[in-house]
């Protein structure tokens, strides 16, 4: 058997029919630039969402940058982000010309330390960027509370939390604006780039439209500099006929977390994720810590099993971030999960074999067979 860390054809097949006939239908009408899938897709992913508007993007990491600069945040400006998280959340504030503040984890959850908030805060902090890291959503109301009482934009990365609820409000339903990916592999996953900015803001909404629009909210009009960031008409239809199965792709990788939970309980030195209420957390990923990390993601290696590192580096340590000045020790708690972090396969169509044959095989490695 070999288990792959994600598999994308399986889910293709299941619903290869309705994404044919979405795709042919724009191939029909040529519509490929901002043609009525875009705003169809928008419209449903907002219901969805809980919001009222959405807008379609090129990719994830755009939507971070167009919501940044939607909130006019800008040179001289800072935006506090988790110290764990993918580079893209800090990128999005770099190209908005404004400096990302890394703050550290908690090491229990693997998202930002909230305790550690106030800490990062200087007279230039303009907005918080939480991440719902590896499907897990922030706990909101206290982070809410922390930015009503210093004046900051929230804007959400939800780029790995499609779905993902606080009871029945979603993830992208609680900040200023919300950013989301839907590269291949998100638990709503496009056929290539694409992203969305979320926002209950009518004036946020026409900003982030004009942006992805090289700044023209009217044809040959351009009172700002803007991007050509579109969402794509292939992307969206794809996104419209994946979008009514997302609860249940949801609830099929809870389900496989569990799963795993029960079958590598007691194995060395496991410290397995917590596995929080039902939908609040949707296991983008299945991350498990470990001592022996390297060791055992060789060893899974070598029996089949795909696995990989979210993430080997915590964000002030990548060269592309040298010019903030942070040395290694900075942030303790993300620089050590940083080297005990693993992720075990999870997507939807994951079976019980395979689930089964992972678990079997890391217990093989920590009985040192
Ligand atoms: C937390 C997070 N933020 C931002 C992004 C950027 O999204 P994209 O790859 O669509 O640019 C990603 C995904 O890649 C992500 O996981």
New binding site residues.
Partial sequence: MNVPFVDLRAQYRSIRNEVLANIQQVLEKCNFVLGEEVRQFEEEFAAYCGVRFAIGVA???DA?HLAVRAAGIGPGDECLVPAN??I??ALGVSYAGARPVPVDADARTFLMDLAKLEKALTPKTKAVIP?H?YGRIMDMEPLLELARKHNLVVIE?A??AHGAAIRDRKAGSFGTLACF?F?PGKNLGAYG?A?LVATNDPDLKARVEALRNYGSPQKYHHPIIGFNSRLDTLQAAVLRAKLPHIDAYNAARYESAVKYDRMLEGIGDLVLPQIPARRSHIFHLYVIRTKRRDALQQYLGREEVGTLIHYPKPIHLHGAYEHLGYKEGAFPAAEQLSKEVLSLPMFPEITDEQLGFVAEKIREFFKGR
Avoid: R
Wanted: charged share 10%.
């Fill in positions: 990719n994830g990491t971070i998280t993918f893209a959340t991440v890291l990365d780029a790995q990916s590269y780039d992203g």
